[in-house]
């Protein structure tokens, strides 16, 4: 049985993220918190200001699974909450001094990695995969 694009693409896809795996540095907060943690604080230092229903819409889950993923921020002294203006129910989000210095730690070795990584192609096939990552998020 032939295996198609798609299971090739998928397999490749889970052979790069291990090797990235092992390209990173223990004590990096990049591999010390997950992913999803450390888009999020992206997204909050991104806007400033985010209402907690924007990071539940930002990573495809729940309120409540978002709730949990910002207790654990929060209790680690990254993400502050805030409420409304107008509306005293709605909790806002916002990065400490501590959420922006390890949010820009984990971008930066993230990049790192991406960058060693990317080496191993041309410039050409860089800006092609950026194509078409770009248009595989649309």
Excluded: W
Aim: hydrophobic share 40%.
């Amino acid at each position: 049985m032939a295996i198609s694009s798609a299971e090739k693409i998928v397999s490749l896809f889970f052979s790069v993220s291990r090797g990235i795996k092992h390209k990173l540095d223990l004590s990096s907060p990049f591999f010390q918190l997950p992913l999803a943690h450390i888009e999020t604080l992206r997204l909050i230092g991104e806007k400033k200001r985010v209402p907690m229903k924007q990071v539940a819409d930002f990573l495809a889950i729940t309120p409540p699974s978002a709730t949990a993923l910002i207790d654990h921020l929060a209790k680690s002294g990254y993400v502050a909450r805030g409420s409304g203006k107008n509306d005293r129910r709605a909790v806002y989000l916002s990065l400490t001094k501590k959420g922006k210095t390890v949010m820009q730690k984990a971008v930066l070795d993230r990049c790192k990695i991406f960058k060693k990584l990317l080496n191993k192609i041309s410039r050409k096939e860089q800006l092609e995969l950026l194509n078409i990552l770009t248009e595989l998020t649309k």
